[in-house]
T-cell receptor, first 109, second 114 residues
Framework: GQNIDQPTEMTATEGAIVQINCTYQ??????LFWYQQHAGEAPTFLSY??LDGLEEKGRFSSFLSRSKGYSYLLLKELQMKDSASYLC??????????WGAGTKLIIKP | DTGVSQDPRHKITKRGQNVTFRCDPI?????LYWYRQTLGQGPEFLTY????????KSRLLSDRFSAERPKGSFSTLEIQRTEQGDSAMYLC????????????FGPGTRLTVL
């Protein structure tokens, strides 16, 4: 079967660094996406990885290891506005997105 | 605003009624997706279109759900004989075909079935 696993909830402190992990098992792989979703709002795109390695975009970075079926999203210099759910999604063999349940990130002052 | 739009934003209906939602994608996008999302879960795929062709429909989707994209532009999602379990956020997303197919989401329609 196809499966995406990520922690349900994480807590971090303003100004700190947090790493949100995602493991996946899918039939086919055409890339991995990270989306941010604030409560009551639609998901917004953060990053896309299709090759192994680290992609850096400002305070956010995303890493992929295809052999391990593993990715992480790294958030630096956390701000209160980063409190949101972070969704990991994999593009499978038919280019459909398979979504994880999301990680709720709580930022404390 | 050139993003994805959805209408209505909120819908409250009584069990057994039919509802229809509309999605207007980004104009140059040929793919359009419908998802359903409940609290604490990721989006659940319902169906998607490439231009006007409906290419895939989730096996989880009952016969009460139907979607159209008649001219390859806007799309409608209809739910017939609504049930309380249909209460959810219905999200529409658009994108272009290809491996790096980033999907752009609309604001969603929140459906409450009483």
């Amino acid at each position: 079967g196809q499966n995406i696993d990520q922690p349900t909830e994480m807590t971090a402190t303003e100004g700190a660094i947090v790493q949100i992990n995602c493991t996946y098992q899918t039939s086919g792989f055409n890339g991995l996406f990270w989306y941010q979703q604030h409560a009551g709002e639609a998901p917004t795109f953060l990053s896309y990885n299709v090759l192994d390695g680290l992609e850096e975009k400002g305070r956010f970075s995303s890493f992929l290891s295809r052999s391990k079926g593993y990715s992480y999203l790294l958030l630096k210099e956390l701000q209160m506005k980063d409190s949101a759910s972070y969704l990991c999604a994999v593009s499978g063999s038919n280019y459909q997105l398979i979504w994880g349940a999301g990680t709720k990130l709580i930022i404390k002052p | 605003d050139t993003g994805v739009s959805q209408d209505p934003r909120h819908k409250i209906t009584k069990r057994g009624q039919n509802v229809t939602f509309r999605c207007d994608p980004i104009s140059e996008h040929n793919r359009l997706y419908w998802y359903r999302q409940t609290l604490g879960q990721g989006p659940e795929f319902l169906t998607y279109f490439q231009n006007e062709a409906q290419l895939e429909k989730s096996r989880l989707l009952s016969d009460r759900f139907s979607a159209e994209r008649p001219k390859g532009s806007f799309s409608t999602l209809e739910i017939q004989r609504t049930e309380q379990g249909d209460s959810a956020m219905y999200l529409c997303a658009s994108g272009t075909s290809g491996g790096g197919d980033e999907q752009f989401f609309g604001p969603g329609t929140r459906l409450t079935v009483l």
